[in-house]
């Protein structure tokens, strides 16, 4: 099994920053793939940013292509997600996942196996 922890959620300002965590235990085994994904109240989960095992192939959705930027850090499996330049609709409920399998990013949910429970972002006007 694999456990996902997500971490640094808030509130925050529009035009504000937030960073959030993501911090895999368990047994993990690369190559993996990362991504995040996020839900607003009364909307489906969406996808905003997935990481290949290398690090190499970012994919970012158009919504906050140039205002977020993910990391990863190997030695911690941790992933990051700088959020910059918040805008109240980035509202919702953050969610990581791991794809343990081919080490390519998705943006497709079926792709991942596992999944944090999620931290709320509000960002407000």
């Known amino acids: 099994q694999v456990q996902l922890a997500e971490s640094g959620g808030g509130l925050a300002q529009a035009g504000g920053s937030l960073r959030l965590s993501c911090a895999a235990s368990?047994?993990?085994?690369?190559?993996?793939?990362m991504g995040w994904f996020r839900q607003a109240p009364g909307k489906a989960r969406e996808f905003v940013v997935g990481i290949n095992w290398s690090g190499a192939d970012i994919d970012y959705a158009d919504s906050v292509k140039g205002r977020f930027t993910i990391s990863r850090n190997y030695d911690k499996n941790t992933v990051y997600l700088q959020m910059n330049s918040l805008k109240p609709e980035d509202t919702a409920v953050y969610h990581c996942?791991?794809?343990?399998?081919?080490?390519?990013?998705?943006?497709?949910?079926?792709?991942?196996?596992?999944w944090g429970q999620g931290t709320q972002v509000t960002v407000s006007s």
């Open positions: 368990g047994r993990i085994s690369s190559p993996y793939a």
């Open positions: 996942a791991l794809d343990l399998g081919t080490g390519r990013s998705s943006r497709h949910e079926y792709d991942y196996d596992y």
